[in-house]
T-cell receptor
Framework: GDSVTQMEGPVTLSEEAFLTINCTYT??????LFWYVQYPGEGLQLLLK?????DKGSNKGFEATYRKETTSFHLEKGSVQVSDSAVYFC?????????????FGSGTRLQVQP | NAGVTQTPKFQVLKTGQSMTLQCAQD?????MSWYRQDPGMGLRLIHY???????DQGEVPNGYNVSRSTTEDFPLRLLSAAPSQTSVYFC????????????????FGAGSRLTVL
C-alpha cells in the first residue's frame, strides 16, 4: 500500500540553525500531503499542507514543497527556535481504502538547544 | 471552542480489565477516528466512523470496540486489556475538505496514555 517515509531522529540543532526533515511518499497520482507537529504532552496539530504538485505549504516559518518528480515533501525552516522542539509527522491520505484516514510516517523528533 | 476532548489522560489497568476511553468533539464533524501511537511506528488507525450510527475497522482493530450513537461522541472500549495495548491513544475528527480532493484535515485530542500491567 501507499506509505510515507521520514528520516529517523532525533535531530538535534542549536537555536537559529537551518532545519530539514526529509519525507518521501510512494502513492501514485497526486495525493494531498501534510505535516503535523506534536508538542510535548499534546496531540498532533496540522502544521502545513499542499494539495498538488509544486505547491508550497507554509506556516510559522516552516515550508514544504510538493515535489512530484522526487515524490518528496521535505520540511524546512531557516532558523529554528527552542520552542520548535517537537515531533514532526509527514502524512498523506489513505488511498483506495475508503477510510478517509491518514497514513503517517514514523515521526521525527527535533530537539533545539539554546 | 473546546475541539476534541479525551478522557482520561492517564490510566493504568491490569491484564483482563475493561475500560472505555472517551472522546467528544464540538465542531459538528461527521468523521471521527481512533489512532494508537507507539514508538517508531507513527500512528495506526484502530476504528473510524463517518457519521452517527456508522463505524468501521481500521488497520489494527483487534481488542477494541467502538460505537457512534451521537455526532459528538466516539468512545473506544477495551473489553479485556492486554499488555500489547499499552500505548498512547488519540481521537481525531474532521470535516470533509472538498478542496483537497477528499483529503481530510484532522483535529486531534490531547491523547490518553494507557498502561496495561
Amino acid at each position: 500500500g501507499d506509505s510515507v517515509t521520514q528520516m529517523e531522529g532525533p535531530v538535534t540543532l542549536s537555536e537559529e540553525a537551518f532545519l530539514t526533515i526529509n519525507c518521501t511518499y510512494t502513492a501514485t497520482g497526486y495525493p494531498s500531503l501534510f505535516w503535523y507537529v506534536q508538542y510535548p504532552g499534546e496531540g498532533l496539530q496540522l502544521l502545513l499542507k499542499a494539495t498538488k504538485a509544486d505547491d508550497k505549504g507554509s506556516n510559522k516559518g516552516f515550508e514544504a514543497t510538493y515535489r512530484k518528480e522526487t515524490t518528496s515533501f521535505h520540511l524546512e525552516k531557516g532558523s529554528v527556535q527552542v520552542s520548535d522542539s517537537a515531533v514532526y509527522f509527514c502524512a498523506q491520505p489513505e488511498k483506495d481504502t475508503g477510510r478517509r484516514a491518514l497514513t503517517f510516517g514514523s515521526g521525527t523528533r527535533l530537539q533545539v538547544q539554546p | 471552542n473546546a475541539g476534541v476532548t479525551q478522557t482520561p489522560k492517564f490510566q493504568v489497568l491490569k491484564t483482563g480489565q475493561s475500560m472505555t476511553l472517551q472522546c467528544a468533539q464540538d465542531m459538528n464533524h461527521e468523521y471521527m477516528s481512533w489512532y494508537r501511537q507507539d514508538p517508531g511506528m507513527g500512528l495506526r488507525l484502530i476504528h473510524y466512523s463517518v457519521g452517527a450510527g456508522i463505524t468501521d475497522q481500521g488497520e489494527v482493530p483487534n481488542g477494541y470496540n467502538v460505537s457512534r450513537s451521537t455526532t459528538e461522541d466516539f468512545p473506544l472500549r477495551l473489553l479485556s486489556a492486554a499488555p500489547s495495548q499499552t500505548s498512547v491513544y488519540f481521537c481525531a475528527s474532521s470535516h470533509r475538505d472538498i478542496s483537497n480532493k477528499g483529503a481530510n484535515v484532522l483535529t486531534f485530542g490531547a491523547g490518553s496514555r494507557l498502561t496495561v500491567l
